[in-house]
């Protein structure tokens, strides 16, 4: 699918957004989303030529807003110079076909402009599949649109034929692309599963760091470690997932983890495609929620990300909320409790109360112990690897190792532990 980039760099682009008592309440256009809209357009390298809003009971079967007001979007269109209209809401196939038909110029929807935004900002080989994958599905309905050659088809004599068969080859052309994509992704999940497993065995926490666009997630795994991602303000600025290991004490490292930027209106093709990422959400072992606390609609974004972590069946996982951006905050009293701290990534205040709500939720008990094996049991220093973080060993008179041990391994290694206690029995060779 041919890039949005490559024609709107330059974009002028009319916005139009309906409110309809019909539709539900994320497929409205208010006045919040149409701004995020205009936001987008910014940060897919358009700018904004006009706004059009509309309220109906119900849309138009045929242009979505009805035709009084295609009308006026059209003489927008024609007074800005604009070249392009993006819609906030869901367009139909038929809809999309129609509204390009009477406005004269390309019409695209919310899903268009942000598969294109996400198309930008892919780098690794994994994020351009799942980009792909998604471009795919969302043309798929589309095609008939595309083939000029077919507006005239209406089952007339001599109009049959070649036209059909050519979308039809298209068609399979699509859904050979949509399955090889699929069969790829299906691999890069057995390669996460394997790593997955791997980090299982040997018991390092998984910290995945989740929130609305924009929000400072970036920003935030920066500071923590070092990770120099850039980090700018705007929307989607990184989509790549980037992993880095963080020392949240002297006896507990993590693997902390970001995760694509959520937004209203996510498209279900995008969610879909990039469940080979996002599904690390479910395996993780604690969320960071990471919530602008400068943005007037911190709690609907909030909402959104919530929403979107339960449809990942990663409602159970624990979780703390990052309220980012504390040094913008205007409110008198800045939001506390259990499982919320307030930080600005930026400055670093507030990252020490971070770590330790973390190391809170993430403490198995570990502790630095030195451990006197016998050299006729020297076994246990395998053992040892695979059950511990072994950080050092000495050979003297006996095998001498210091290690960060689970109370579960101080109890089993019991004598060998300088400074034990009686507690549980031994491991056996």
Do not use: M
């Given at each position: 699918m041919q890039n949005i980039q490559e024609k709107t760099q330059f974009n002028r682009a009319v916005l139009v957004g309906l409110s309809a008592f019909s539709l539900s309440r994320e497929e409205n256009a208010d006045e919040e989303s149409m701004e995020e809209l205009a936001a987008l357009l910014e940060t897919a390298g358009g700018q904004t030529a006009g706004v059009v809003t509309q309220s109906k009971d119900s849309p138009d079967p045929r242009t979505f807003i009805g035709e009084g007001k295609v009308a006026e979007v059209r003489e927008l269109v024609e007074a800005t110079d604009a070249d392009m209209v993006i819609f906030d809401n869901p367009l139909s196939p038929s809809q999309q076909r129609n509204l390009a038909e009477e406005l004269k110029v390309g019409v695209l929807d919310r899903s268009a402009l942000i598969l294109d935004i996400f198309a930008q900002r892919a780098r690794t080989r994994e994020g351009r599949l799942q980009v792909e994958l998604a471009q795919y599905k969302y043309l798929l309905p589309r095609l008939l649109g595309m083939w000029k050659h077919l507006e005239r088809q209406e089952g007339a004599i001599g109009t049959r034929g070649p036209g059909e068969t050519q979308l039809e080859s298209d068609r399979r052309i699509l859904g050979r692309k949509i399955a090889k994509l699929e069969s790829e992704l299906k691999d890069v999940r057995r390669v996460r599963a394997?790593?997955?497993?791997?980090?299982?065995?040997?018991?390092?926490?998984?910290?995945?760091?989740?929130?609305?666009?924009?929000?400072?997630?970036?920003?935030?795994?920066?500071?923590?470690?070092?990770?120099?991602?850039?980090?700018?303000?705007?929307?989607?600025?990184?989509?790549?997932?980037?992993?880095?290991?963080?020392?949240?004490?002297?006896?507990?490292?993590?693997?902390?983890?970001?995760?694509?930027?959520?937004?209203?209106?996510?498209?279900?093709?995008?969610?879909?495609?990039?469940?080979?990422?996002?599904?690390?959400?479910?395996?993780?072992?604690?969320?960071?929620?990471?919530?602008?606390?400068?943005?007037?609609?911190?709690?609907?974004?909030?909402?959104?990300?919530?929403?979107?972590?339960?449809?990942?069946?990663?409602?159970?996982?624990?979780?703390?909320?990052?309220?980012?951006?504390?040094?913008?905050?205007?409110?008198?009293?800045?939001?506390?409790?259990?499982?919320?701290?307030?930080?600005?990534?930026?400055?670093?205040?507030?990252?020490?109360?971070?770590?330790?709500?973390?190391?809170?939720?993430?403490?198995?008990?570990?502790?630095?112990?030195?451990?006197?094996?016998?050299?006729?049991?020297?076994?246990?220093?395998?053992?040892?690897?695979?059950?511990?973080?072994?950080?050092?060993?000495?050979?003297g008179e006996t095998i001498d190792v210091e290690a960060v041990c689970t109370p579960k391994v101080i109890g089993q290694l019991g004598p060998l532990v300088e400074g034990w206690t009686p507690h549980k029995e031994f491991w056996e060779d």
């Open positions: 394997t790593q997955r497993e791997r980090r299982i065995k040997n018991e390092v926490p998984v910290v995945a760091i989740v929130g609305y666009t924009n929000a400072g997630k970036s920003t935030l795994l920066n500071h923590l470690t070092g990770a120099e991602i850039p980090a700018n303000n705007r929307l989607f600025d990184t989509l790549d997932t980037t992993t880095r290991t963080l020392e949240i004490s002297d006896t507990c490292t993590v693997l902390l983890s970001d995760t694509v930027g959520f937004i209203r209106k996510l498209p279900h093709h995008l969610v879909e495609a990039f469940k080979a990422t996002l599904e690390e959400l479910e395996y993780a072992d604690l969320l960071l929620h990471v919530i602008d606390s400068s943005s007037p609609q911190w709690r609907e974004q909030a909402e959104v990300v919530d929403q979107l972590i339960r449809e990942l069946g990663a409602e159970q996982t624990p979780r703390i909320e990052v309220f980012n951006k504390c040094d913008l905050w205007t409110g008198d009293i800045r939001p506390h409790g259990e499982d919320r701290v307030s930080i600005s990534a930026k400055t670093g205040e507030g990252i020490p109360d971070l770590l330790a709500a973390i190391g809170r939720v993430l403490d198995n008990g570990a502790r630095r112990v030195t451990i006197h094996l016998p050299y006729d049991r020297g076994g246990l220093l395998d053992k040892l690897y695979v059950e511990a973080k072994v950080e050092r060993v000495d050979y």
